[in-house]
């Protein structure tokens, strides 16, 4: 019979943090090994491959994102930004909610600098995500006096775009697979260079609703 106490079916979450207030990359991948272990939290599909979903919220990491508007010839400014967005993968819809972002970023008063390509590994994924996977692109925005009460004012619906995360502070990456693929999946998360002082992560376990990209957590 049934017994309620014994029920544990729920997404797995965690979190840990330096107590030295010191960045660095060891925190990224506890996080992620943490993370892995609680795979078991979720299912996967038919194919075998495509997960419940799972994701990690990171501390933005001024000299990671430095870094990249150096190679486009940028420097960095005072107060960085990153917008983290979900685009259509057709390539003419990316590019209206990509205008239709900077549009919005433009009219908080930030300043958007440069669009890049989070890079990604597909082979990670199985046929139903990839069947349904978006475009992951990062804008990098000077943020100005508007700072973060300007970045969250991104936040919202923005036609053929999912805001994944908009922060001077913070950075996410998730995706529709299990939380042991997270790391393989995106590179960023396997650059030594990328530095955090805490990591929130997740592993979703679809009860009420079908597993998408737009659902996964951490929002």
């Not at 019979?1 to 979190?15: H, I, S």
């Not at 078991?40 to 994102?65: C, V």
């Not at 390539?91 to 990604?120: D, K, N, S």
């Not at 650059?191 to 979703?204: G, L």
Request: charged letters at 20%.
């Amino acid at each position: 019979m049934y017994q309620d106490p014994q029920e544990r079916d729920a997404c797995g979450v965690g979190f840990l943090s330096r107590l030295d207030g010191n960045a660095s990359h060891e925190v990224v991948e506890l996080a992620l090994s943490a993370a892995a272990a609680m795979s078991h939290r979720g299912a996967r599909a038919a194919d075998g491959r495509t997960g419940d979903g799972a994701g990690i919220t990171l501390e933005l990491s001024p000299a990671f994102f430095a870094r990249e508007l150096a190679s486009a010839n940028l420097r960095a400014p005072e107060r960085l930004g990153v917008v983290t967005a979900f685009l259509p993968a057709d390539p003419f819809a990316a590019a209206h909610a990509r205008g239709a972002i900077e549009a919005r970023v433009r009219a908080t008063g930030l300043t958007p600098l440069r669009w890049r390509e989070v890079p990604r590994d597909a082979r990670v994924l199985g046929a139903h995500a990839i069947a349904a996977a978006p475009g992951v692109t990062q804008l990098l925005v000077d943020a100005g006096l508007p700072g973060e009460r300007g970045m969250r004012a991104v936040h919202g619906a923005i036609e053929g775009a999912e805001i994944v995360s908009s922060s001077t502070l913070l950075v996410t990456y998730k995706a529709l697979l299990s939380s042991e693929d997270l790391a393989a999946y995106y590179a960023d998360l396997r650059d030594p260079s990328y530095a955090s002082r805490y990591a929130v992560f997740h592993q979703r376990f679809s009860t009420n609703t079908a597993p998408s990209w737009r659902l996964v957590q951490p929002f």
